[in-house]
T-cell receptor, first 112, second 115 residues
Framework: DTAVSQTPKYLVTQMGNDKSIKCEQNLGHDTMYWYKQDSKKFLKIMFSYNNKELIINETVPNRFSPKSPDKAHLNLHINSLELGDSAVYFC???????????FGEGSRLTVL | KNQVEQSPQSLIILEGKNCTLQCNYTVSPFSNLRWYKQDTGRGPVSLTIMTFSENTKSNGRYTATLDADTKQSSLHITASQLSDSASYICVVSYHYGGSQGNLIFGKGTKLSVKP
């Protein structure tokens, strides 16, 4: 009965590879987000989708491409991984844009 | 520039003691302010929300205050427990372009409660 679930929880890969992180929410929320938390623990918004439509697209390299097949899913695909992409990526959802955020458990990406 | 500053950056206290975390913001126009708790290895969880008209709100041993005039909020933890060890993140929402959904995150305060 997990509210926001993301997979995988851990991901270790080589530089240059392409990887995806999947996120699903069963809360019936309209808005979903991807956040990046770096080694200093600062949470930074990457993308926000409202009803499958891209709302927020912060300054993120275009190697990062979100995809929302439906309101309950927001996946993140990363091409040509770089060392600096190593971080914990959190998926979140809210009932409305800017409402209370419900976070997933995070996906720790390590690029070697 | 819209900013949220939290202090202290980190804090160590003994179990059973009280502590207060600070959040100062320059976000405008203000919509609301939330405090989130992030346990190690977990996603953040909302503790409380403060709107413009609210001065104080409690959630168990957590009490949040808001002074909209000075643009300051505090989170007071009473009779701390080991399970309070976490990062506490202040998030301010503001109006922009007809939307209330823009969020500014603070960098968090890392609290360690020692036995």
């Amino acid at each position: 009965d997990t509210a926001v679930s993301q997979t995988p929880k851990y991901l270790v890969t080589q530089m240059g590879n392409d990887k995806s992180i999947k996120c699903e929410q069963n809360l019936g929320h309209d808005t979903m987000y991807w956040y990046k938390q770096d080694s200093k623990k600062f949470l930074k918004i990457m993308f926000s989708y409202n009803n499958k439509e891209l709302i927020i697209n912060e300054t993120v390299p275009n190697r990062f491409s979100p995809k929302s097949p439906d309101k309950a899913h927001l996946n993140l695909h990363i091409n040509s991984l770089e060392l600096g992409d190593s971080a914990v990526y959190f998926c979140a959802s809210s009932q409305v844009l800017g409402g209370e955020l419900f976070f997933g458990e995070g996906s720790r990406l390590t690029v070697l | 520039k819209n900013q949220v500053e939290q202090s202290p950056q980190s804090l160590i206290i003994l179990e059973g003691k009280n502590c207060t975390l600070q959040c100062n913001y320059t976000v405008s126009p203000f919509s609301n302010l939330r405090w989130y708790k992030q346990d190690t290895g977990r996603g953040p969880v909302s503790l409380t929300i403060m709107t413009f008209s609210e001065n104080t709100k409690s959630n168990g041993r957590y009490t949040a205050t808001l002074d909209a005039d000075t643009k300051q909020s505090s989170l007071h933890i009473t009779a701390s427990q080991l399970s309070d060890s976490a990062s506490y993140i202040c998030v301010v929402s503001y109006h922009y372009g007809g939307s209330q959904g823009n969020l500014i995150f603070g960098k968090g305060t890392k609290l360690s409660v020692k036995p």
